[in-house]
């Protein structure tokens, strides 16, 4: 009914790149927003980016704007974080969620999102 599945994390230089994947091809509900948040021990979950369904909106970040891009790709039903300038500070777990419901802003509401996946490790190494 409610799964997402994390894909593309890895270790990577200071300055280098990578692309995030969240499958939504399971999450036979439809979803009104896609969140990708952040958590490194001992800190609260962060919200990274966000894509909201009904008008293609997207919401970043002060620390991730002008390096990340959040988009849906239809074909391969993901929404994707494509990463560039990745910098030793964004070193950590990075979940994607579902909500299902209106929410606002889609990036801080972290507790109403519905559906997490199970998180992919991001490495950058200065």
């Keep these: 009914q409610g799964q997402l599945v994390e ?6 230089q200071a300055g280098g790149s990578l692309k995030l994947s969240c499958e939504v091809s399971a999450f036979t509900l439809h979803w009104y927003a896609i969140g990708w948040f952040r958590q490194a021990p001992g800190k609260e979950r962060e919200g990274v980016s966000c894509f909201v369904s009904p008008n293609n909106e997207t919401y970043y970040a002060d620390s991730v704007k002008g390096r990340f891009t959040i988009s849906r790709d239809r074909a391969k039903n993901t929404v994707d974080l494509e990463m560039n300038n990745l910098e030793p500070e964004d070193s950590t777990v990075y ?9 606002y802003p889609c990036i801080s ?4 999102y519905d559906y997490w996946g199970q998180g992919t490790q991001v490495t950058v190494s200065s």
């Design 95 to 103: 979940y994607c969620a579902a909500a299902v419901r209106p929410l």
């Design 7 to 12: 894909s593309g994390g890895g270790v990577v």
């Design 109 to 112: 509401q972290t507790a109403e």
